[in-house]
């Protein structure tokens, strides 16, 4: 037999831990709201609640401003994740999450986009501050904008897992190759790594940067085409013995 609404809040109120977790999924705002205030409700339980992706907002803005709950690192990490939780509210809770849930957070499809930036503001904001191998950790696990951020930096270690993680994209390795503030060790790599050293646009860009190895340079030289070579002949960015070669492949390819 069904039991009654009233008996429902009755017993989210006042029962023990295996009525909550029959209750948790009830349908009723009142029966839910009635087990926040049930003492026996664990973070199990109300992860479990947090799951349930039709809960009003009124019902999150209580969990997020319950004195144990707000608390709760899993918690704040699951109202941050929450498609119903408020956008003010979000924003203020991603602050105060750890590394690593701010790396989840920023990998959730679902999540909203200003969330996902915020997360990896946050990230790139701590990551002068990290040790070593947590920075190690990020390069491999984070999203292109935060590995581009990491590489920024020129930390040996940190180079190869970066240019390996498969988040990091080609358009995120060319920003990196438009700046001349870059570590001369990840313009090496990036032009012998086995995935970006193949790619046309970053071959052109690679030409162009001052700190690709002369030798590396001059090996792609054959694959670009006339007219990139005309356009980049004159960029001043260059080393004028790279650009000399430039014009003199021009030329070469013009007489033909």
């Known amino acids: 037999m069904t039991a009654s609404f009233e008996e429902r809040l009755e017993r989210a109120e006042r029962g023990g831990p295996a009525e909550i ?50 608390q709760s690192p899993r918690v704040r990490v699951a109202l941050v994740e929450h498609p119903r939780t408020p956008r003010l509210l979000a924003l203020r809770l991603v602050k105060f999450l750890y590394l690593f849930d701010l790396v989840n957070v920023a990998l959730q499809p679902a999540a909203p986009a200003e969330i996902k930036r915020l997360a990896e503001d946050q990230i790139i904001n701590r990551a002068p501050q990290l040790a070593l191998g947590q920075q190690v950790a990020l390069a491999r696990r984070g999203t292109a904008r935060v590995v581009a951020a990491l590489l920024l930096e020129g930390l040996g270690p940190v180079i190869g897992p970066g240019l390996d993680n498969p988040l990091l994209t080609e358009g995120a390795v060319l920003g990196l190759l438009r700046r001349d503030d870059l570590a001369e060790e990840l313009v090496e790599k990036i032009a012998k790594h086995r995935k970006w050293s193949v790619r046309y646009d970053v071959r052109l860009q690679l030409v162009r940067h001052p700190l690709t190895p002369l030798g590396v340079a001059l090996g792609f030289l054959g694959d670009l085409k006339v007219g990139d070579l005309k356009i980049i002949a004159r960029d001043k960015r260059m080393r004028p013995e790279m650009r000399g070669y430039v014009r003199a492949e021009v030329e070469r390819r013009l007489k033909r």
Request: a negative charge; charged letters at 30%.
């Open 21 to 70: 977790r029959q209750l948790v999924h009830d349908p009723a705002l009142e029966v839910l709201d009635a087990l926040l205030r049930n003492p026996f409700l664990s973070e199990e339980h109300l992860l479990t609640l947090l799951y349930r992706k039709d809960l009003p907002r009124e019902l999150l803005e209580a969990v997020a401003s319950h004195e144990q709950w707000a």
